[in-house]
């Protein structure tokens, strides 16, 4: 069956442009989580979703970023008035229930570059 | 001091050797505890849980030490697929926050 998918892979965006990541889940998977990826680091929470609400934000580094999942199915990240320091992989993940405990899948991510 | 500590590596060891990982947290809290995979430039992947009894999957054991917030990861008989980062990961605590740890590399060589 069919993964969670992201869209666009790569992104090439100038300081001070905004930018939007899509993230198809795995379908029926409750649970949405937005992480950023630095190189040589591990994923760092962004923000979760359960169904449309947006449960933690928490992990947002600043009030530039900002997600939604309307529907409850796909979700976008979207960052204003980029910066440099923005650049990394944004991955999204999905898992089937709405618990700590459950395995989450990731999609391919995002690999942003701001210039 | 972070979240989740793992040493960073690399390890470098032949095939078929034993290898340990450690990791220890923070938040006496947290409820929920994994081991992920992720080999270069692609996304992380579900390698095993960590329960409180332990567990082996294969070549593969986990255990957790609550009382000293310590996870580890056990490889015998190390394959050369086996090199990738593996990431400790831990949730609950409060919120729905997942915190990774920055992952500890290891390559296998023959």
């Known amino acids: 069956g069919a993964g969670v998918s992201q869209s666009p892979r790569y992104k090439v965006a100038k300081r001070g442009q905004d930018v939007a990541l899509r993230c198809d889940p795995i379908s029926g998977h409750v649970s949405l989580f937005w992480y950023q990826q630095a190189l040589g680091q591990g994923p760092e929470f962004l923000t979760y979703?359960?169904?449309?609400?947006?449960?933690?934000k928490s992990g947002l580094p600043s009030d530039r970023f900002f997600a939604e999942r309307p529907e409850g199915s796909v979700s976008t990240l979207k960052i204003q008035r980029t910066q440099q320091e923005d650049s990394a992989v944004y991955l999204c993940?999905?898992?089937?229930?709405?618990?700590?405990?459950?395995?989450?899948?990731f999609g391919p991510g995002t690999r942003l570059t701001v210039l | 001091r972070k979240e989740v500590e793992q040493d960073p590596g690399p390890f470098n060891v032949p095939e078929g050797a034993t290898v340990a990982f450690n990791c220890t947290y923070s938040?006496?809290?947290?409820?929920?505890f994994f081991w992920y995979r992720q080999d270069c430039r692609k996304e992380p992947k579900l390698l095993m849980s960590v329960y409180s009894s332990g567990n082996e999957d294969g070549r593969f054991t986990a255990q957790l030490n609550r009382a000293s917030q310590y996870i580890s990861l056990l490889i015998r008989d190390s394959k050369l697929s086996d090199s990738a980062t593996y990431l400790c990961v831990v949730n609950g605590g409060g919120g729905f926050k997942t915190i990774f740890g920055a992952g500890t590399r290891l390559f296998v060589k023959a």
């Open positions: 938040n006496s809290a947290s409820q929920s």
């Open positions: 993940a999905s898992s089937l229930n709405g618990g700590r405990a459950n395995e989450q899948f």
């Open positions: 979703f359960q169904n449309e609400a947006q449960l933690d």
